[in-house]
């Protein structure tokens, strides 16, 4: 039973929509599969019908953008019931924070001799109620100022290039609260991938899974060399913590990341579905 638990739609920053994802989703041999989208469940809906289609599992997912120490992690929720008012309106807060950021990189981009008009922009957020900077990216692409998504990011788009302007995240212990009070369980994405490294350190991950309020660690993802995924999967086992394996994938706005790339055991798997049913979520 293939289990790919962290994949991305048009709703956020991926290229296909839930329709198409779940049928590639049926094609790459998966049983079952997490749609994640970005801070919001616009695409769960969609993705639910086309599933059912297509006879592979979907569990209802997001990645919550959150924050530690100012540092950001991703965090993925499973199961949360969409109609929690709190935790809807921290995600209403998140995207917010993400559509009033634009103007400012728009300007600095102006200012660095790469104009990026409004209309191409648009083109590329589609109607995504989660604006990112891969659509910022995907503009530049298409204006011919880089050559794919990864050498913005290098140049200009990642936290420490100069088109960057900060947003607001969930603090992570927050995060957590709501996720649990929606009835989910809460997976950290990517721990010790680019970013949170440093700040999701051995210490820190034994005071939150001390917490009760995290299920699991990501720990098969392309962001993590083996010795990387080998170092977390012990500490996740000590710890307690359910390990899973997901792909990231985001149609072709990630090269390397393809569907079923990495996988969950079905027992983890079950193990999370089992937990949401207890905590009365909606997988
Ligand atoms: P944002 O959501 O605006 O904070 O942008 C972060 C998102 O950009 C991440 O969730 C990834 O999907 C994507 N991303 C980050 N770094 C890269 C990269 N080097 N190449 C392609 N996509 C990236
Ligand atoms: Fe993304
Ligand atoms: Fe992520
Ligand atoms: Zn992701």
Known sequence: ???DLHTHSSVSDG???PTQLMAKAAAAGL???ALCDHDTFDGLDEAAQAAAAAGVELIRGIEISAELGGQSVHLLGYGCRA???QLLAELARVRAGRTERIPTMLQRLAEAGMPVPKEVLARHIAGSPSVGRPHLADAMVELGYVADR???FDGWLADDRPIFVPRYSVPLRPALELIRAAGGAAVIAHPWGRQSREVLSEEVLTGLAGSGLLD???VDHQDHDQATRDELRELAGTLGLLATGSS???GLGKVNHELACNTTAEGVYRELRYRIDERGGMA
Do not use: F, Q, S
């Open 15 to 17: 290229t296909d929509t």
């Open 248 to 250: 990231d994938y985001h």
């Open 216 to 218: 699991g660690v990501e």
């Open 31 to 33: 049983a079952a599969i």
């Open 83 to 85: 109609a929690d008012d």
């Open 1 to 3: 039973m293939k289990i």
């Open 150 to 152: 990864r050498e913005a």
